[in-house]
């Protein structure tokens, strides 16, 4: 069954109410700073207002993109409003499905920010503990940083007033620290099981992956894996070590994963509900 022409899509009048608006995070006003040489445009599709910057050049064809600040249609000097319209109602799934990821990656961003403060918790190895702006000259931990336990305190050498990215870059260096020594520890106790060698080890900021290993035989494991409880650190450093042996997702491959770190399907379901880029949050 086809679907409605693109024009019978379109609406230029105000809609009715609705309970749901087919683009989250789409908003039918301007932002306060318009991209540069962008005019602004709504236009309302299946009943949802969209907004939109819209930048004419001498380009070849209509092109969509999805950034922080929202949608923005490039568009040839040539092309008509209504073909401007017509292309975006036909990629309307595509721009709904690019601004939901924009809208959960925006708040994202403002939850972990609310984080980097005075008193804002962050987890590490699993459990929750206290950021303090102590002033002083040294950051210290309070209490066992190989053990911790809910109430730790991590105080940071900057005053009460320091900015959240300040906090997050001390706080992050020292979380950094803790990865290279827990990660090493455990990836040595892996490789002593499995029976192998590597070329080296180092850390990954990756957005999209906790661990990887090359066939030069080099491990990254990406250091945001210091927020998890160590069964999960472990999971990841054994499934790097197996695929030293086996270079796939085989049946072989998961075979030496269990060898390794027996009943690891717990670990990776639970690890698969997160992202890097998700965390320090809980």
Same mark, same amino acid.
């Given at each position: 069954?086809?679907?409605?022409?693109?024009?019978?899509?379109?609406?230029?009048?105000?809609?009715?109410?609705?309970?749901?608006?087919?683009?989250?995070?789409?908003?039918?006003?301007?932002?306060? +700073?318009?991209?540069?040489?962008?005019?602004?445009?709504?236009?309302?599709?299946?009943?949802?207002?969209?907004? @939109?910057?819209?930048?004419?050049?001498?380009?070849?064809?209509?092109?969509?993109?999805?950034? =922080?600040?929202?949608?923005?249609?490039?568009? $040839?000097?040539?092309?008509?409003?209504?073909?401007?319209?017509?292309?975006?109602?036909?990629?309307?799934?595509?721009?709904?499905?690019?601004?939901?990821?924009?809208?959960?990656?925006?708040?994202?961003?403002?939850?972990?920010?609310?984080?980097?403060?005075?008193?804002?918790?962050?987890? @590490?190895?699993?459990?929750?503990?206290?950021?303090?702006?102590?002033?002083?000259?040294?950051?210290? /931990?309070?209490? #066992? %940083?190989?053990?911790?336990?809910?109430?730790?305190?991590?105080?940071?050498?900057? %005053?009460? =007033?320091?900015?959240?990215?300040?906090?997050?870059?001390?706080?992050?260096?020292?979380?950094?620290?803790?990865?290279?020594?827990?990660?090493? +520890?455990?990836? #040595?106790?892996?490789?002593?099981?499995?029976?192998?060698? +590597?070329?080296?080890?180092?850390?990954?900021?990756?957005?999209?992956?906790?661990?990887?290993?090359?066939?030069?035989?080099?491990?990254?494991?990406?250091?945001?894996? +210091?927020?998890?409880? $160590?069964?999960?650190?472990? /999971?990841?450093?054994?499934?790097?070590?197996?695929?030293?042996?086996?270079? =796939?997702?085989?049946?072989?491959?998961?075979?030496?994963?269990?060898?390794? /770190?027996?009943?690891?399907?717990?670990?990776?379901?639970?690890?698969?509900?997160?992202?890097?880029?998700?965390?320090?949050?809980?």
């Amino acid at each position: 069954m086809k679907g409605p022409e693109p024009h019978r899509l379109l609406e230029r009048s105000t809609p009715a109410p609705r309970q749901l608006s087919l683009f989250p995070s789409a908003h039918d006003t301007p932002p306060p +700073i318009l991209p540069k040489d962008c005019s602004w445009h709504t236009l309302t599709i299946e009943g949802s207002p969209l907004g @939109y910057a819209l930048r004419r050049s001498r380009r070849k064809s209509i092109g969509l993109v999805v950034r =922080d600040a929202g949608l923005l249609i490039q568009a $040839p000097t040539w092309a008509s409003q209504r073909q401007i319209d017509e292309t975006i109602a036909q990629k309307s799934h595509w721009i709904q499905e690019k601004l939901r990821k924009r809208a959960e990656r925006l708040e994202l961003l403002a939850l972990q920010a609310s984080q980097w403060r005075e008193d804002g918790r962050i987890p @590490y190895l699993g459990v929750p503990i206290r950021l303090h702006l102590d002033g002083g000259q040294a950051l210290r /931990y309070q209490g #066992n %940083p190989d053990v911790p336990a809910e109430g730790d305190c991590l105080s940071l050498p900057l %005053p009460r =007033d320091a900015g959240a990215d300040r906090i997050q870059e001390r706080a992050q260096g020292w979380l950094q620290q803790r990865a290279r020594l827990t990660f090493g +520890i455990r990836l #040595n106790h892996y490789l002593g099981l499995a029976g192998e060698t +590597i070329s080296g080890w180092s850390l990954s900021s990756a957005q999209g992956r906790w661990g990887s290993c090359t066939s030069q035989r080099h491990i990254r494991l990406n250091w945001r894996l +210091i927020h998890f409880a $160590p069964t999960l650190i472990d /999971y990841v450093v054994a499934h790097e070590v197996a695929h030293l042996r086996h270079m =796939d997702h085989s049946v072989a491959f998961w075979r030496e994963v269990d060898r390794l /770190y027996p009943d690891f399907k717990q670990a990776r379901d639970t690890l698969a509900r997160h992202t890097p880029q998700s965390q320090p949050l809980f």
